[in-house]
């Protein structure tokens, strides 16, 4: 392709609204342009880069039997309604009516759609298993839209089907997509981890999720190096530091035995750091609680002071709930937030499981008091579950190796649906023996989107993108230094031919523009292969090659220049 006749508008600087390294990038170099928030215009070079994705997931998809459909964009409420899921998901569904009045919806994924395909086509177990993908446009009202590509309204993805006759075919479906989606990540050339995940709003049994890590994630898992343990933190279990001994207590911050809970007033203190800070002794030692609201009625939970309480965690404890409102408390409780605690509440209580040891400063449910020295079993009564998010430095829950957290991109999830939308769908077949039973489903997902900004987060420097071979735009980046030297532009053309006829994608740069200017945006596009026709061509007869990353020059007569580069791609595109 000629830069002259193409539309690759770079930019000098960064857009001001971009925060993620992906997103400044990406709009200079030229791949995308916001038309508004959350929502992409991919511009040449960046449709380029998602096709090439999409190449490499429709090959490992059709390698383990996929078979590619299109399904709508717009669906009728009916299906969603049927599964449940129309009054689960709040406003990140896109509704509306048609002409009739009718409620349709915008599809942020389809699991209903397949399970009611399956329901009309399938009907004995001689049709299963089956795997059926798409990669198609899908639409979710994201409240915060943000750092580019990675977190839009509007996205392209890759969601494929599982249909198999019991759970043991699942299994083996589960465990082929998670080999394929190792393959397209490795030629993808991104870094990744696999970790336990929660199902969230798809349900079912089981799912992990494939995690980039990058500074721009907005989510986070937690690794330990010794067993290999990777979980994302809404599901991560940890075990705690202790708390630290203080004055007048043994090892671990426990009072001395015996010691009787008593009553305190820190002046003016109502959060836990001032509260601590009056009495002198560590976050650690003392309780957060906190109310929430279910449709069974309010619900105390209680997370360490040092800790912060995991919501999703929470969630498949008590189910659906929000956070209590400041008279709400009031009533439940008799004291606003700030000096509510455990001790004689009649509501139910559940606390993170670290609690269950030691004595603690809580809230006394009177105004500006507090009570120091309980304990749960003496003094208050709980359900202990794992409550805490997970934190960088606590101790895994499997081997007792120390844990880190780091933040990561989402690029992919796989989930084991069961039969969650086959059952409310009648998505059913006939056994062996004639008895009806129910299709047994997984779903799984890819965004190629997210997997450009993850390769653009991690393989960039100062000056641009460094792209993997198998998903950079182009291979080569031919730059001739002066087009009106008619010796440096003859010998680009007639090179532009040769690497194409080598089967190698060209983008050569004939624009009648300033070298500085031309190196600027090769550096910034970051092509794997830079080729420079200038001075050095016209006094010595030879070309630069410069591989991206390296940036390290070689010199190579022209006669030579087509067998050197075609070496130089074959080693890169082994990395």
């Not at 390698?63 to 669906?75: A, D, L, N, S």
């Not at 409240?143 to 494929?160: C, H, N, Q, Y």
Request: net charge neutral.
């Amino acid at each position: 392709m000629r830069w002259s006749g193409s539309l690759i508008p770079t930019l000098r600087e960064d857009p001001s609204d971009a925060v993620a390294v992906s997103h400044k990038l990406m709009v200079r170099a030229g791949l995308i342009r916001q038309l508004a928030a959350g929502i992409y215009v991919y511009l040449p070079l960046g449709q380029r880069i998602i096709d090439r994705i999409t190449a490499i997931i429709r090959e490992e998809m059709n390698r383990i039997g996929g078979q590619e459909i299109t399904m709508p964009v717009i669906h009728p409420a009916e299906i969603w309604q049927e599964s449940g899921r129309w009054t689960v998901i709040g406003d990140e569904m896109f509704r509306l009516k048609d002409r009739n009045q009718r409620d349709m919806c915008l599809g942020m994924t389809h699991e209903e759609v397949v399970a009611w395909l399956a329901a009309r086509e399938i009907r004995s177990y001689r049709d299963l298993p089956q795997i059926w993908y798409q990669i198609q446009t899908k639409e979710r009202d994201e409240a915060r839209p943000r750092s580019g590509v990675i977190r839009t309204r509007e996205f392209l993805m890759k969601d494929s089907y599982t249909l198999d006759a019991d759970e043991a075919g699942l299994a083996r479906a589960y465990d082929a997509h998670k080999a394929a989606y190792r393959r397209i990540f490795d030629r993808c050339g991104v870094r990744y981890y696999v970790v336990e995940s929660d199902p969230g709003m798809m349900g079912g049994a089981e799912s992990h999720e494939f995690m980039a890590p990058s500074p721009a994630g907005e989510d986070e898992v937690a690794l330990c190096d010794g067993c290999g343990y990777a979980a994302n933190v809404e599901l991560a279990r940890a075990v705690p530091l202790p708390p630290p001994s203080s004055s007048g207590e043994r090892k671990g911050g426990e009072p001395e035995a015996g010691r009787e809970m008593k009553e305190v007033a820190p002046p003016n203190a109502r959060t836990i750091h001032e509260v601590c800070s009056l009495l002198g002794i560590a976050p650690s030692l003392a309780i957060k609680s906190l109310v929430y609201m279910t449709k069974a009625g309010p619900v105390l939970a209680l997370v360490r002071g040092d800790q912060d309480l995991n919501e999703k965690k929470l969630a498949r404890v008590i189910g659906e709930f929000r956070p209590a409102h400041p008279e709400e408390i009031t009533a439940h409780l008799g004291a606003g937030a700030g000096f509510i605690g455990p001790v004689g509440v009649s509501i139910p209580v559940v606390a993170d499981e670290c609690l269950k040891e030691g004595a603690y400063v809580v809230g006394a449910n009177r105004e500006g008091y507090h009570l120091a020295g309980a304990r749960s079993g003496r003094d208050f009564e709980a359900r202990f579950v794992d409550l805490h998010r997970t934190r960088s430095g606590e101790r895994c829950a499997r081997c007792g190796g120390i844990l880190s957290v780091e933040n990561v991109i989402e690029i992919g999830n796989i989930f084991k649906l069961g039969a969650k939308y086959s059952v409310p769908l009648k998505a059913v077949y006939l056994d062996e023996g004639g008895k009806e039973r129910p299709i047994v489903m997984g779903s799984y997902g890819i965004g190629p989107a997210r997997i450009a900004a993850a390769a653009v987060e991690q393989r960039h420097d100062a000056d641009g993108i460094i792209w993997p071979w198998a998903i950079a735009p182009f291979h080569v980046h031919l730059l001739p230094v002066n087009m009106k030297d008619r010796s440096q532009a003859a010998a680009a053309e007639e090179l532009y031919v040769d690497l194409a006829a080598a089967g190698l994608e060209v983008l050569l740069d004939d624009r009648d523009e300033r070298p500085g200017v031309k190196f600027k945006d090769a550096d910034l596009i970051g092509l794997p292969i830079r080729v420079t026709v200038g001075t050095a061509f016209v006094k010595e007869g030879v070309v630069e090659i410069r591989p991206r990353h390296s940036r390290q020059d070689r010199k190579v007569a022209r006669r030579d220049a087509v067998a050197a580069i075609k070496e130089l791609a074959q080693e890169l595109s082994r990395v």
